[in-house]
């Protein structure tokens, strides 16, 4: 009799130790091992969000950045909000050297990129007109609303122009558009950039022009020097107000070699300062009172 109830009591705890690690396996298989691999997110989908996003610039002009913008900026936190993409800008006054427009940043992945350009391309030829003045980057006459011009760093420009020109030649030959890369030349070396200027055929349809930005951001987007400083930087004015200095420099060289001609070095620093194209590019400096001619 003992020893039927002490089978029983054996077969129990079996029962009980069965139904305890039944309940055991599926918590550990939900709490893994934290020294495990198990543990951390899936480097897979890491990597492969981070590599979606792509940073590019590209220069607008100050008739359109205000619709761009949009009132308190709910036109582009609009665009934001529908693409994914992050879009800044820099400040009124900062303009891209050699110019007088602005520069936006865009951060996403290429498809939303390209639905941000779009959308630019929809203000540029709504707003822009024959009253524009083109600058050294647009390529001859060709209206502003029919031109994108993008911003990329130094270092892409190589992978963009290709071995003897073979890539941006395809993409002429690809798309419809015509690219033009910059000359080494046009741009301060501090600066580190160069510009892709691509026209399109019909301001209307920016669907050539926008193939075209997808041929580039493609390389660009290979290019390590796009993901950080100084190309992710957004501000100019140092460079613009170092040239400010620099002519002020120049001009006060003219008046110390010239002592006793006074006169004729004040008229050509107002004459300098004065110009539209310099002050639209130095708005601060008329605020200086030795720009100013005594009455």
């Avoid at 590209?58 to 665009?79: D, F, N, R, S």
């Avoid at 929809?122 to 822009?128: M, P």
Wanted: proline share 5%.
């Amino acid at each position: 009799m003992k020893s039927e109830i002490n089978r029983s009591m054996d077969e129990d705890q079996e029962t009980l130790l069965s139904t305890l690690m039944s309940r055991k396996r599926p918590l550990e298989s939900a709490s893994p091992d934290p020294d495990g691999d198990e543990c951390l997110p899936k480097k897979s989908n890491l990597s492969e969000s981070e590599s979606e996003a792509i940073n590019i610039k590209v220069m607008l002009p100050t008739q359109v950045t205000g619709a761009i913008i949009g009132k308190g900026g709910e036109a582009i936190g609009k665009v934001q909000s529908d693409t994914g993409c992050r879009v800044k800008m820099t400040k009124s006054n900062d303009f891209f050297p050699g110019t007088t427009e602005r520069v936006a940043w865009i951060n996403g992945p290429v498809d939303a990129v390209l639905k941000v350009m779009a959308y630019f391309c929809e203000k540029n030829a709504a707003k822009t007109d024959a009253s524009i003045k083109g600058d050294i980057f647009d390529y001859k006459q060709t209206e502003r609303s029919k031109e994108i011009k993008l911003v990329i760093p130094s270092s892409s420009a190589g992978m963009v122009i290709g071995k003897a020109g073979e890539y941006i030649k395809s993409i002429r030959e690809t798309t419809g558009a015509f690219a033009q890369m910059s000359g080494k030349d046009l741009v301060d070396a501090r600066l580190q950039e160069r510009v892709v200027t691509i026209v399109g055929r019909n301001a209307g349809d920016p669907s050539d022009m926008l193939n075209a930005v997808r041929m580039v951001l493609d390389k660009v987007s290979t290019d390590v020097n796009s993901t950080k400083a100084p190309y992710t930087n957004l501000s100019y004015v140092h460079l613009t107000a170092s040239k400010l200095a620099a002519t002020l420099s120049t001009l006060a060289a003219a008046a110390a070699a010239r002592p006793n001609s006074p006169r004729s070095v004040a008229s050509s620093l107002l004459y300098h300062t004065h110009q539209p194209s310099f002050v639209q590019q130095n708005p601060k400096s008329q605020s200086l009172p030795f720009l100013h001619p005594v009455a």
